[in-house]
Nanobody
Framework: VQLQASGGGLVQPGGSLRLSCAVS????????MGWFRQAPGEQRVLVAL???????NYADSVKGRFTISRDDAKNTVYLQMNSLKPEDTAVYFC????????WGQGTQVTVSS
């Protein structure tokens, strides 16, 4: 399973970005998919997860601002990020669990004026 993340970039505080994670195979049977992030000098932490039955889980720091979704027909998971803050600056990694964990290569998100 290969995951390709895209959509990162530079955005001003209060702005929005949408990250996409394209998966190399059908995700219909993939239970858990999601996003983690890693800021410089810090550990990788959970941002959001979604299951194939529609359950979602968010880090407290992003609740109400980020929305995770999946399109099984396109084998893609999205992370809509609104009201971005400088503390959201990090490399964002997409993730899935399909027998074992799989990770994408990461996409940089920088929130700065």
């Amino acid at each position: 399973v290969q995951l390709q993340a895209s959509g990162g970039g530079l955005v001003q505080p209060g702005g929005s970005l949408r990250l996409s994670c394209a998966v190399s195979q059908s995700i219909f049977r993939v239970n858990i998919m999601g996003w983690f992030r890693q800021a410089p000098g810090e550990q990788r932490v959970l941002v959001a997860l979604t299951s194939n039955i529609g359950d979602t889980n968010y880090a407290d720091s992003v609740k109400g601002r980020f929305t995770i979704s999946r399109d099984d027909a396109k084998n893609t998971v999205y992370l809509q990020m609104n009201s971005l803050k400088p503390e959201d600056t990090a490399v964002y990694f997409c993730y899935c669990f399909y027998g074992r964990p799989f990770w994408g290569q990461g996409t940089q998100v920088t929130v700065s004026s």
